[in-house]
């Protein structure tokens, strides 16, 4: 199944679905690049200003409507497949960036997608590993672009691409499931603020686990599990990702508390994946073999 080509640049609980489809079904999307509708970025207004709000970043692609999810409700968006489109391009926007304030000019450089590479400025090859930055149900209070929260949202997580699966919980009916600022190639941490921004077709499929709740997104491998921490800062963000899959480990496998603990601080790697912004997201990476082997019951 495929969508009609309708893109918002915020969604909320009223927003029309796009989409509808049925748990495991296969569908189709478009997704436009973060700055598909910018024509300069020198008039691209300062990020989490007043002045941002409602201006064309990161346009939105859903809400997907999924049959017969309910409040209290998981869903499970598997990441079948992500192809990066060929309007590849990078910028540095004002005011935002590890480095803002050494950079305070606006400048886009485009690195177009062909290959399996991302080319920037046109001439050095990057390997592309496509991912979505935005993947998520519908809060509560509706979506604010560019926050992150329990429900996902911007959160711009480097493994969050084809190949993972993402739980999310379900807040109102449908679970209305939405996608936008899809990369061809980004870093952890995103020094710069962006990375390859490009559009994307993903197709994917959306599981539902009933009456499962979970807090927060979850990104599952084959090998690793990976759990998200949301903070106004790297170090919340961190301790509230830690003290997640502290949790987590400590409720699915025979360990008692103080030995997860332990055990996390061996094998439990940390990500950043937000550039600097009022919501910072973060991940611990815990590796799959040895939660089994310490009798992991696995996740809803």
Known sequence: MRNQDVYLFSVGP?????LTVRPDELFEVEVRGSLADVEDVREVPVPFTPESEGHPLSPVT????VQGAEPGDAVIIDLVQITAHADGVTAILR???VLKEEFPEPKALACPVRGGQAWFGGRIPIPISPNLGTIATMPPEGYKPSYAGPHGGDFDQKDVGQGAKVYLPVSYPGALVFFADPHAAIADGIISGTGVECGATVKARIGLAKGRTIERPIVEYPDTIQVMGMG???????ADAARAALNLVAAKTSLTREEAYMLLGICGEVRIGTSPRPMMAARVILPRPILDAAGFAGLP
């Open 232 to 238: 106004e800062s790297v170090e919340a963000a961190t």
């Open 14 to 18: 009223k927003t029309p679905p796009s």
């Open 95 to 97: 005011k935002f960036g």
């Open 62 to 65: 859903g809400p997907i409507l």
